[in-house]
């Protein structure tokens, strides 16, 4: 998901594993880099900055900003 502000983007990628809050962390990081790329992209092709980046896991309903 991609959300234009004035300041520039936000990221914002829907996982759909199904982990507990203990394994949330370890799996955020394990996307770091795909999320990383998407905001990459999102930048070049939309000729604006990326601002935050995060991943919202589905379950268990939490959210990680990455920087």
């Keep these: 998901m991609l959300v234009q ?3 520039g983007l ?3 990628d829907l996982k759909t594993d ?6 949330a962390p370890d799996r955020a990081e394990l996307y ?5 790329h998407y905001a990459l992209a ?13 991943l919202y896991f589905l379950t ?5 900003e990455i920087k």
Excluded: M, Y
């Design 42 to 54: 999102a930048s070049a092709i939309l000729k604006s900055p990326t601002t935050t980046k995060w």
């Design 18 to 23: 199904s982990i507990t809050t203990e394994q």
């Design 60 to 64: 268990p309903a939490c959210a990680f």
């Design 5 to 7: 502000t004035p300041q």
């Design 10 to 12: 936000l990221v914002i």
């Design 32 to 36: 770091r880099g795909q999320l990383n």
